[in-house]
């Protein structure tokens, strides 16, 4: 199990969720958590997924990610949980 | 589970608030590299970083995109090289040809500065270290990415006054060396007391004689995100203020294990330490004296910025030492002039003085660093600089370093400008009375009372 966070930031409009959903369910990556808020007026969205066998297409995913969000105007990023572990939690 | 508002502040922190991973240094030891022959030393040395170090850079930068957080320099520290080349090394000529290795190898592993261009000398020197601190300002004049440091003293043997002597004239042949850029090679170099063996920050670092075949230590730093943090502390009292600063220093560390293990583990090298220092650059929002700003003062070096300043570096200790059980390096407040916009302000607005930088050195974690002073500042004058804060280092129990940069044929007011994480330098006032007849004074200061502790 790879847990990775996804951060979605950007003007909110329809259909944010479903092309990054999409994306995942494409590339077999399981979404384990999902919370979101608005912050000053802009989309910001959450996810925890787990990447499993995916782990070595990092690489490829947050290319690709990246690629999609420009596409529509927002931010996603990915990273590994662990950064927010360590920091966070004792 | 993490929540929205967690993963939101460490991004924040790192979009926003310049928190990065400041260097993965990897640290290696030459010991097997010593040859009688000078070429053999120099195929060695280089065949063993190109090897040790052949995958360090790419490393870094798969970790910076694993974890979303900038790596920002990729670094190498040797062991000292007036030991390594005692053997091979007859003339200046010849530790000169080692810097040239050092620098190809690091050019051709893709780092930008490798450190180790050392000599240990806190109690006294050989023949062939007397030769070697000679070579300095040739090699930092050949070389781009060679540091080099000499330490002169320890609070276990006293200062060795006569390389404290010799040092003086080094630093000055060493910006005169590079007149032309801007005396750079004087950047380069580093005079300690109480050197850490495991120092990841450059100029200063190399890998020391205490050391293994092989380290990775790494330095963080986010003087942007306690600035950012301690605004939420304004009027608050102390108590506040030390805990604000003690649970950033905490996360900022935290994410420097993190890393350390990381790379230590996929380059198959053990971790050293975690270095975790407050260390500015020239960047809008990366500065140590905006922090001191912010907790009161008008500009560092008004009344009050020692205290400031001591609150800060003992806090930011004790958050980093509950975060990692290996912190080590230089961990503090590092309070360079040109490296930080805040501190270069306030020296143009008349705030502060070689003299309160001074009183800085003694409560924070290194000392007098990328100071520009007036180009016909005598040798002497600088080995007096020198020996001031060496003896801080020495009473105190802790490192202290300097690093002046003679800023030749300019005089106060100029300014040195170095671009890049080097910054600029205004040039700043010596006091110019003699010493000359206590810094040539031959032998070395005795060991301070508390060093008999056996």
């Known amino acids: 199990m790879q847990k990775v966070v996804i951060t979605v930031l950007g003007k909110d409009k329809v259909g944010i969720m479903a092309k990054v959903c999409t994306y995942l369910a ?57 950064i927010f572990d360590m920091m966070h939690r004792l | 589970m993490i929540n929205i508002s967690e993963v939101n502040e460490t991004n924040e922190m790192i979009q926003h608030e310049n928190l990065d991973v400041r260097t993965i240094t990897m640290g290696i030891s030459l010991f097997d590299c010593i040859d009688s022959s000078l070429e053999n030393t120099k195929k060695n040395i ?74 240990m000398l806190a109690k006294g020197n050989t023949d062939r270290e007397i030769v070697f601190l000679n070579s300095i300002p040739e090699a930092l004049k050949v070389t781009a990415r060679v540091c080099s440091s000499v330490n002169v003293g320890s609070s276990r043997t006293g200062i060795n006054m006569d390389a404290v002597r010799r040092m003086g004239d080094i630093v000055i042949d060493t910006a005169r060396a590079s007149y032309g850029t801007e005396s750079l090679g004087a950047a380069k170099l580093v005079v300690f007391c109480n050197a850490p063996d495991d120092n990841p920050f450059m100029a200063g670092a190399f890998h020391g004689i205490t050391e293994g075949e092989s380290v990775i230590n790494v330095g963080v730093s986010g003087p942007g995100v306690v600035k950012k943090a301690l605004e939420s502390a304004r009027g608050a009292d102390f108590e506040f203020l030390c805990e604000t600063i003690k649970k950033t220093a905490f996360k900022i560390t935290r994410v420097g294990q993190l890393v350390a293990r990381e790379a230590a583990q996929m380059l198959g090298v053990p971790f050293g330490i975690v270095d975790l220092s407050l260390a500015p650059t020239p960047a809008i929002g990366d500065s140590v004296a905006d922090i001191l700003k912010e907790i009161g003062l008008e500009h560092p070096g008004a009344p009050g910025t020692t205290a400031a300043l001591a609150l800060l570096n003992d806090q930011v200790k004790k958050g980093g030492v509950m975060a990692s059980s290996y912190v080590g390096g230089l961990s503090g407040a590092f309070i360079p002039v040109s490296e930080d916009q805040g501190m270069i302000d306030a020296v143009e607005a008349g705030a502060l003085t070689l003299e309160k930088l001074e009183a800085m050195t003694c409560v924070c974690s290194v000392g007098l660093d990328m100071i520009a002073i007036p180009g016909d500042t005598s040798a002497e004058t600088v080995a007096g600089i020198i020996a001031d804060e060496m003896a801080i280092g020495m009473i105190n129990n802790k490192t202290t370093a300097v690093r002046l940069i003679p800023a030749i044929g300019m005089k106060v007011g100029d300014k040195l400008n170095f671009g890049g994480l080097f910054g600029y330098a205004p040039v700043m006032p010596v006091n110019s009375f003699a010493c000359d007849r206590f810094v040539n004074r031959k032998g070395r200061i005795p060991a301070p009372i508390h060093s008999f502790k056996n």
């Open chain 1, 26 to 82: 494409d590339n077999g990556i399981n979404i384990l958590d999902i919370s979101q808020t608005i912050v000053s007026g802009y989309f910001n969205m959450m996810m925890i997924a787990d990447m499993g066998e995916k782990q070595d297409e990092f690489e490829k995913v947050r290319t690709e990610l990246d690629e999609l969000g420009n596409g529509i105007g927002v931010q996603v990023r990915i990273q590994r949980e662990d």
């Open chain 2, 46 to 119: 280089y065949d063993k970083i190109c090897r040790k170090a052949g995958r360090l850079v790419e490393t870094g930068e798969h970790i910076s995109k694993s974890y979303g957080i900038p790596v920002v320099n990729k670094r190498i520290s040797v062991t000292p090289i007036a030991t390594v080349g005692s053997s091979a090394c007859k003339s200046e000529e010849d530790y000169v040809e080692l810097a040239k290795t050092l620098d190809k190898a690091a050019e051709n592993v893709g780092v930008n500065l490798i450190g180790g261009y050392s000599a």
